[in-house]
């Protein structure tokens, strides 16, 4: 079964770090692009970052932008997000997606999303 | 950044009933729009694809049309499955947008 599992969510201070993991199974990892979206309580969908399959290309959105860094090991099949200087307004459900398409050398959207994993920046 | 724009926010239809969601960009995005289904406590699930292809595993009652700045969901035959929230996406490029998303509610 193609499967996308996140973890490492949680409750953090403002100003605070977290690293969130996304692994995936029953497909082959290193051929695809991954993204990280989240959602806030309540509210819509807001892509986060990006990274091409072997990490050549990586987007972010301004919004965390500086603060935020995704990364991904083939080896293990797992994408990271590492959280610095987190916002109240990072409060949100993150998910991990994936491109819809192999080998993608342009954007694509997202066919397979993990769970999510929920993460509150409150004091 | 392409804006994109969903209307109606909210929408209220019968089982049976065939509804619209229209979704604009704030420039043009060829046909590269994507629209997705979200149902509480899940993740958005991918229903159609460059503005009018139908993912593999949704029912045909989905359709997309448009292009440019203009696109449209069409579900036809609206089944008690169906009540859920939808957005549409631009992938024109990598910063990847999303409308604010339409409630279809069981009216």
């Known amino acids: 079964e193609v499967q996308l599992v996140e973890s490492g969510g949680g409750l953090v201070k403002p100003g605070g770090s977290l690293r969130l993991s996304c692994v995936a199974s029953g497909f082959t990892f290193s051929s695809y692009s991954m993204n990280w979206v989240r959602q806030a309580p309540g509210k819509g969908l807001e892509w986060v970052s990006y990274s091409s399959s072997s990490s050549t290309y990586i987007y972010y959105a301004d919004s965390v932008k500086g603060r935020f860094t995704i990364s991904r090991d083939n080896t293990e099949k797992s994408l990271y997000l590492q959280m610095n200087s987190l916002r109240a307004e990072d409060t949100a459900v993150y998910y991990c997606?994936?491109?819809?398409?192999?080998?993608?050398?342009?954007?694509?959207?997202?066919?397979?999303w993990g769970q999510g994993t929920m993460v509150t920046v409150s004091s | 950044d392409i804006q994109m724009t969903q209307s109606p926010s909210t929408l209220s239809a019968s089982v049976g009933d065939s509804v619209t969601i229209t979704c604009r960009a704030s420039q043009t995005i060829n046909s590269w729009l994507a629209w997705y289904q979200q149902k509480p406590g899940k993740a958005p699930n991918l229903l159609i694809y460059?503005?009018?292809s139908l993912e593999s595993g949704v029912p045909s009652r989905f359709s997309g049309s448009g292009s440019e700045t203009e696109f449209t969901l069409t579900i036809s035959s609206l089944q008690p499955d169906d009540f859920a929230t939808y957005y549409c996406q631009q992938y024109n490029t990598y910063s990847y947008t999303f409308g604010q998303g339409t409630k279809l509610e069981i009216k």
């Open positions: 460059d503005a009018s």
């Open positions: 997606a994936r491109v819809r398409r192999v080998g993608a050398t342009r954007a694509h959207p997202f066919d397979i």
